[in-house]
């Protein structure tokens, strides 16, 4: 099957087994990612969304872990197919991940120039040397001098060590990008540098990107579309004027109102009640139902059909309606 | 309005075989009763040494702490005890400040029988109050930490904080480790506790849109030292020091129709280790000069606005 989409993820089922419990942690996932392009995956802790990114670089762990179903293709290709040998020249190459905590992302034991200069040799089949040139380039890029290339992960400070995970993931110039909360261990100020770096470079090589994160505001500033993640399903999707401008599911609805506006004097917050559901145990129709303001007999009965609000615009919602 | 608690030159050193970390460093503040003081920075800048130095869970190297006029700096046995019960604190991490083998129960009641001064039953009807209060199911009662989830452990360790019916409460990122949804549950659950028992909070943050939300009065932190203090909205509306500015611009903005205009700062927090005696922003500020090598005094700007720069009237 051909499609015109550089990344597509289609009807994506993961679960994890524990105990003789089957854990649901993704139920049916589609999304499509074009080069240049950045999708922000938000959601609570738990939703599912690092799950989703790991599958997609087949680097979950087998078991617990399972795909059920679905397919990931890249240019077409499906990935959930290939042979682990085709895929190990995707991994780090084609596709590369930044992964959340910096400080245990990299090898303790290894001067950090040795292990980008790994990855480079590695993917691009060149001599040490050479590889070791290109490693200095990328930390020059990110703004890690030359002298520092000897030096350990513990020499660094956070912010640094996030950058050399970052010139890591981009060495081989990746044609997607998987960004899971990069910022998240940073303080705001080298947040803020880090998060202007992925956009440059991003700019520079069209990369693809999928961000994963909890925070709205840097979804609002880095990406182009956002996928609304709860309990293993994409409950609303579309561009971020979609889901900043006209969100329409209720969970979405109760993100925005539970973070602390910046220009806002009401004092009381309006939380979202109750507890993300137990991802053993999902109820059988809508999974927000339980905490939902809206919620009606019908939302309990089955499986809840996307609609597709406005082009590009999909809401999992029984209130939600297409407009004309 | 009156002072409930008053921190006159208050320093916090450690020795390490580097030198001196000058974790806090001549820190004085003011907080009114019933109020909330927010105190942000980033990480390493001293703002929960401070915290901790304040209900005395860490010794003061210099200074002075006055709660209700009187000195508790060293106060110490049976004193020290009766302070300890005005003043309680929330911890960051709901999943590590819980003892594993203390129940809900233990938890919530550690603090009445450590006290000495209440029978069972009436501890048995407190916790209960308790427990009801902060909003954790009765079936609850006898269950460990690793059962429940952040935001029910978080609303534990409230419940024991609030257990003797303190003046102070010092919240040391009582939020930062739950989801949106959950954080703004327990955000509620304070900002009530605060209104019906008159409590008084320090907040201490890295999260600005929290902080600005929940306190009357904000002090910006830097490495060790206070930079600005001042009313919160009016820190928000018009930040005056460089770093205060740079912070607040950081800050990822969900209104897409006006992206932040935002000031980039070079290079990282430096090293509290042996700082040299200027302004210790001097070497990421814009702005600085060689006046800024000098020490610097806070000094009042506007009304009830402190600012520890001394090119902050040419910069503004």
């Given at each position: 099957?051909?499609?015109?989409?550089?990344?597509?993820?289609?009807?994506?089922?993961?679960?994890?087994?524990?105990?003789?419990?089957?854990?649901?942690?993704?139920?049916?996932?589609?999304?499509?990612?074009?080069?240049?392009?950045?999708?922000?995956?938000?959601?609570?802790?738990?939703?599912?969304?690092?799950?989703?990114?790991?599958?997609?670089?087949?680097?979950?762990?087998?078991?617990?872990?399972?795909?059920?179903?679905?397919?990931?293709?890249?240019?077409?290709?499906?990935?959930?197919?290939?042979?682990?040998?085709?895929?190990?020249?995707?991994?780090?190459?084609?596709?590369?991940?930044?992964?959340?905590?910096?400080?245990?992302?990299?090898?303790?034991?290894?001067?950090?120039?040795?292990?980008?200069?790994?990855?480079?040799?590695?993917?691009?089949?060149?001599?040490?040397?050479?590889?070791?040139?290109?490693?200095?380039?990328?930390?020059?890029?990110?703004?890690?001098?030359?002298?520092?290339?000897?030096?350990?992960?513990?020499?660094?400070?956070?912010?640094?060590?996030?950058?050399?995970?970052?010139?890591?993931?981009?060495?081989?110039?990746?044609?997607?990008?998987?960004?899971?909360?990069?910022?998240?261990?940073?303080?705001?100020?080298?947040?803020?540098?880090?998060?202007?770096?992925?956009?440059?470079?991003?700019?520079?090589?069209?990369?693809?990107?999928?961000?994963?994160?909890?925070?709205?505001?840097?979804?609002?500033?880095?990406?182009?579309?956002?996928?609304?993640?709860?309990?293993?399903?994409?409950?609303?999707?579309?561009?971020?004027?979609?889901?900043?401008?006209?969100?329409?599911?209720?969970?979405t609805l109760g993100l925005f109102d539970s973070i602390p506006k910046m220009d806002d004097d009401e004092r009381r917050l309006k939380p979202i009640d109750?507890?993300?559901?137990?991802?053993?145990?999902?109820?059988?129709?809508?999974?927000?139902?339980?905490?939902?303001?809206?919620?009606?007999?019908?939302?309990?009965?089955?499986?809840?059909?996307?609609?597709?609000?406005?082009?590009g615009h999909l809401c999992q919602c029984l209130l939600a309606k297409k407009e004309a | 309005m009156s002072t409930l608690l008053e921190i006159k030159n208050?320093?916090?050193?450690?020795?390490?075989?580097?030198?001196?970390?000058?974790?806090?460093?001549?820190?004085?503040?003011?907080?009114?009763?019933?109020?909330?003081?927010?105190?942000?920075?980033?990480?390493?800048?001293?703002?929960?040494?401070?915290?901790?130095?304040?209900?005395?869970?860490?010794?003061?190297?210099?200074?002075?702490?006055?709660?209700?006029?009187?000195?508790?700096?060293?106060?110490?046995?049976?004193?020290?005890?009766?302070?300890?019960?005005?003043?309680?604190?929330?911890?960051?991490?709901?999943?590590?400040?819980?003892?594993?083998?203390?129940?809900?129960?233990?938890?919530?009641?550690?603090?009445?029988?450590?006290?000495?001064?209440?029978?069972?039953?009436?501890?048995?009807?407190?916790?209960?109050?308790?427990?009801?209060?902060?909003?954790?199911?009765?079936?609850?009662?006898?269950?460990?930490?690793?059962?429940?989830?952040?935001?029910?452990?978080?609303?534990?360790?409230?419940?024991?904080?609030?257990?003797?019916?303190?003046?102070?409460?010092?919240?040391?990122?009582?939020?930062?480790?739950?989801?949106?949804?959950?954080?703004?549950?327990?955000?509620?659950?304070?900002?009530?506790?605060?209104?019906?028992?008159?409590?008084?909070?320090?907040?201490?943050?890295?999260?600005?849109?929290?902080?600005?939300?929940?306190?009357?009065?904000?002090?910006?932190?830097?490495?060790?030292?206070?930079?600005?203090?001042?009313?919160?909205?009016?820190?928000?509306?018009?930040?005056?020091?460089?770093?205060?500015?740079?912070?607040?611009?950081?800050?990822?903005?969900?209104?897409?129709?006006?992206?932040?205009?935002?000031?980039?700062?070079?290079?990282?927090?430096?090293?509290?280790?042996?700082?040299?005696?200027?302004?210790?922003?001097?070497?990421?500020?814009?702005?600085?000069?060689?006046?800024?090598?000098?020490?610097?005094?806070?000094?009042?700007?506007?009304?009830?606005?402190?600012?520890?720069?001394c090119r902050v009237t040419e910069i503004n």
């Open positions: 099957m051909e499609s015109n989409k550089f990344i597509e993820v289609k009807d994506l089922v993961v679960e994890y087994s524990s105990d003789g419990d089957i854990i649901q942690a993704v139920n049916g996932v589609s999304f499509s990612v074009d080069r240049g392009e950045t999708l922000g995956l938000v959601g609570e802790t738990g939703a599912g969304k690092t799950t989703i990114a790991k599958s997609i670089l087949r680097i979950l762990p087998e078991p617990p872990a399972k795909v059920i179903s679905g397919q990931i293709l890249l240019k077409g290709k499906d990935l959930i197919q290939i042979p682990e040998k085709e895929m190990l020249s995707i991994r780090g190459n084609k596709i590369s991940m930044i992964f959340q905590d910096p400080m245990t992302a990299l090898n303790p034991v290894m001067s950090v120039g040795s292990q980008i200069t790994e990855v480079v040799a590695l993917h691009n089949n060149i001599k040490e040397e050479k590889a070791k040139h290109r490693t200095i380039e990328m930390l020059e890029m990110v703004g890690i001098p030359e002298e520092r290339y000897v030096e350990f992960p513990h020499q660094f400070s956070g912010g640094m060590k996030q950058r050399v995970v970052i010139a890591m993931a981009l060495a081989c110039n990746p044609e997607l990008l998987l960004a899971d909360e990069p910022t998240t261990a940073l303080d705001v100020t080298i947040q803020a540098q880090v998060l202007d770096m992925i956009k440059d470079l991003r700019e520079k090589f069209n990369t693809a990107m999928i961000l994963i994160t909890h925070d709205l505001g840097i979804v609002a500033e880095t990406c182009d579309k956002v996928g609304v993640v709860y309990a293993g399903h994409i409950v609303e999707s579309g561009s971020k004027e979609d889901i900043f401008r006209h969100a329409a599911h209720p969970y109750g507890m993300p559901p137990d991802p053993t145990n999902l109820p059988k129709g809508c999974v927000f139902a339980p905490r939902c303001k809206f919620v009606s007999g019908e939302c309990e009965k089955g499986k809840i059909p996307i609609i597709e609000i406005t082009p | 208050l320093k916090k050193y450690f020795y390490v075989p580097a030198g001196t970390n000058h974790a806090v460093d001549d820190v004085t503040m003011k907080i009114q009763k019933g109020k909330t003081m927010g105190v942000v920075g980033e990480s390493g800048c001293g703002k929960s040494t401070l915290g901790r130095t304040i209900i005395r869970l860490l010794e003061a190297t210099d200074g002075q702490i006055l709660l209700n006029g009187q000195d508790i700096t060293n106060v110490q046995g049976k004193e020290l005890r009766k302070v300890r019960e005005k003043m309680q604190i929330i911890f960051q991490d709901p999943y590590a400040s819980l003892d594993p083998r203390y129940s809900m129960d233990d938890v919530i009641s550690e603090p009445l029988k450590e006290c000495k001064r209440y029978n069972k039953r009436y501890i048995e009807e407190r916790v209960n109050e308790l427990m009801d209060r902060v909003g954790i199911e009765d079936r609850l009662r006898y269950s460990y930490p690793h059962e429940l989830d952040g935001g029910r452990r978080q609303r534990v360790g409230i419940a024991r904080a609030i257990a003797l019916n303190p003046e102070f409460i010092m919240c040391d990122e009582p939020v930062s480790a739950l989801d949106v949804s959950i954080q703004a549950q327990v955000l509620n659950l304070l900002m009530d506790l605060q209104e019906e028992n008159n409590l008084t909070y320090m907040f201490v943050t890295h999260d600005l849109s929290v902080v600005r939300h929940i306190s009357d009065d904000i002090s910006v932190m830097y490495l060790g030292q206070l930079v600005e203090t001042s009313p919160a909205k009016q820190l928000f509306l018009r930040p005056l020091h460089p770093y205060t500015k740079a912070l607040l611009s950081a800050i990822p903005s969900t209104d897409i129709d006006h992206p932040m205009n935002r000031i980039l700062l070079r290079g990282e927090i430096t090293s509290p280790i042996n700082p040299a005696p200027g302004c210790r922003f001097v070497k990421r500020c814009p702005y600085a000069t060689q006046a800024c090598m000098e020490p610097q005094e806070l000094k009042e700007i506007e009304k009830d606005h402190f600012v520890s720069c």
